[in-house]
């Protein structure tokens, strides 16, 4: 956990860590260019069954929280104070699905 939020040393143990990373941020920005930049090098250093793997597993991962999000699992206790402001400035505690 500690290599995937950045407070590790090194790669996690996991080959081209830190491009697949870098690939995970740019595919959920707003920044098309550096996509598109990044899907090449991932393409150039691993290959397109890389890039096709890798973007599965983001689209994945983005699909669960939207479904969590969306079905209002309960936000846990400990996020509740933390996200009171960002959650009302979304308008996020008027969905009826708010979980909270």
Do not use: H, K, W, Y
Not at 31 to 36: I, N
Not at 37 to 56: C, F, H, K, P
Not at 66 to 80: K, L
């Amino acid at each position: 956990m500690n290599a995937l939020i950045g407070e590790a040393d090194g790669d996690g143990g996991i080959p081209d860590s830190a491009l697949l990373a870098r690939f995970a941020e740019a595919a959920i920005s707003d920044d098309g260019g550096d996509l598109s930049a990044i899907r090449t090098e991932l393409v150039g250093a691993l290959g397109e069954a890389a890039l096709i793997d890798a973007s599965a597993i983001v689209a994945t991962f983005n699909a669960i929280d939207r479904v969590a999000d969306s079905t209002g699992i309960p936000i846990d206790e400990i996020r509740i104070a933390p996200t009171s402001d960002l959650r009302e400035q979304l308008g996020i505690n008027a969905f009826p699905s708010r979980g909270t």
